[in-house]
Each structure stands twice: as structure tokens, then as C-alpha cells.
T-cell receptor, first 114, second 110 residues
């Protein structure tokens, strides 16, 4: 069966520090991968999605970036965090074929910026 | 891309009661998906209903879709405390990313 892992579960970082969140998927090949952010009391905001290694689409301009160095690995990064980057970050995957397939989410990383 | 508008924003019921959540959207779709999010956790996919389907069941969940009214509903029968969560509807057009709205927050008290 397929599983998705995100780490760390919680993170407290000072303003201006770098960030690296990692997500890996097991049990499937060639997945679509997604990064979302959920601010307190708000819906999910799609940040990045990827349909293959090295292929990243950005939905929202910001100081975050994403990379996909391997088929089942998706990394969210920042060189300098802002207070507004606080939130709950979720990684998800879906099968590539067919379009609009169900997405399967990790347990998220709660990021607090001080 | 479009997001669904869930209604009500919040719903409080007693265990054993049924919970109904509604969703409206604006343009034609290929399918509509419902997700659940427990507090502090990731989302869980519940049901996908295609545009040519009118009703779908999964355990205690029943989803309806009315494409003429551009609306869907999620019914949870015999609610349990464990059903306490936020529920999101996601209408999808071909080749577009999923867009999540603010959801309906369901509280089931024992």
C-alpha cells in the first residue's frame, strides 16, 4: 500500500532563518506531488505541484521554493523565512494518469516563526 | 480552477443524529470530491462522484450531485464523536489543480 511521510511534525524557526521540509512517498511510482499551506482558520492554499522529477509549477509567488530531486521526494525550502510563512504545511500525492484523481495527504508540519 | 462553497460554515449535533453539509460551485465539472480533516492532521479523501453520477454511498456517507443546480451534499448518518472534523468539497474541471475552500466544521457531542 502507498504511504506518505512528512517531517518534521513541528518546527519553530526564527525570522530570517532557512527552511527545508521533506516529503516522501512509498508504494507508488510517478506520482503527482503537491505542497499546500493552511493558515489558521483558512482553507488550503496550493503552493507547488510537480508532475515529474525536476518539474515544478508554482501557484503563488512568494519566498518559498520547491524541488523534486527524486521521483518520490518533494522538498519545500526557503532561504529566509518571514513571519507570514507560519502555518500548517501539507504534502500530498495523486496518481498521474486520468487527471483530477484523489489526493492523499501526509500528516503535515506545523511551522511557527518567531 | 474553482473552489466549492461549503454551507454551513459550522454545524453542531448530538451523537446519533444525521449531519448534512452542502456545497455549491460555479462552472461545469468532471467530478467532485469530498475530504475530511481532523484537527491538526492531514486531509483524508472520502468520496469522488463523477459528473454523470447522481448519488454515491460509502459506509455511513451518502453524497449527492445535482449538476443542473451546481450543488452537492454530504450526509453522514448516525454521527459519532469521531466524525468531528472539517469537511471540504472540491469541484474539479479537467486538467486543473484541486482548490480547497474553508470547509464545514462539524462538531459531534456525546
Amino acid at each position: 500500500s502507498q504511504t506518505i511521510h512528512q517531517w518534521p511534525a513541528t518546527l519553530v524557526q526564527p525570522v530570517g532563518s532557512p527552511l527545508s521540509l521533506e516529503c516522501t512517498v512509498e508504494g507508488t511510482s510517478n506520482p503527482n506531488l503537491y505542497w499546500y499551506r493552511q493558515a489558521a482558520g483558512r482553507g488550503l492554499q496550493l503552493l507547488f505541484y510537480s508532475v515529474g522529477i525536476g518539474q515544478i509549477s508554482s501557484e503563488v509567488p512568494q519566498n518559498l521554493s520547491a524541488s523534486r530531486p527524486q521521483d518520490r521526494q518533494f522538498i519545500l525550502s526557503s532561504k529566509k523565512l518571514l513571519l507570514s510563512d507560519s502555518g500548517f504545511y501539507l504534502c500530498a500525492w495523486s496518481v498521474r494518469q486520468g487527471g483530477n484523481q484523489p489526493q492523499h495527504f501526509g500528516d503535515g508540519t506545523r511551522l511557527s516563526i518567531l | 480552477s474553482q473552489q466549492g462553497e461549503e454551507d454551513p460554515q459550522a454545524l453542531s449535533i448530538q451523537e446519533g443524529e444525521n449531519a448534512t453539509m452542502n456545497c455549491s460551485y460555479k462552472t461545469s465539472i468532471n467530478n467532485l470530491q469530498w475530504y475530511r480533516q481532523n484537527s491538526g492532521r492531514g486531509l483524508v479523501h472520502l468520496i469522488l462522484i463523477r459528473s454523470n453520477e447522481r448519488e454515491k454511498h460509502s459506509g455511513r456517507l451518502r453524497v449527492t450531485l445535482d449538476t443542473s443546480k451546481k450543488s452537492s451534499s454530504l450526509l453522514i448518518t448516525a454521527s459519532r464523536a469521531a466524525d468531528t472534523a472539517s469537511y471540504f468539497c472540491v469541484p474539479n474541471q479537467a486538467g486543473t489543480a484541486l482548490i480547497f475552500g474553508k470547509g464545514t466544521t462539524l462538531s459531534v457531542s456525546s
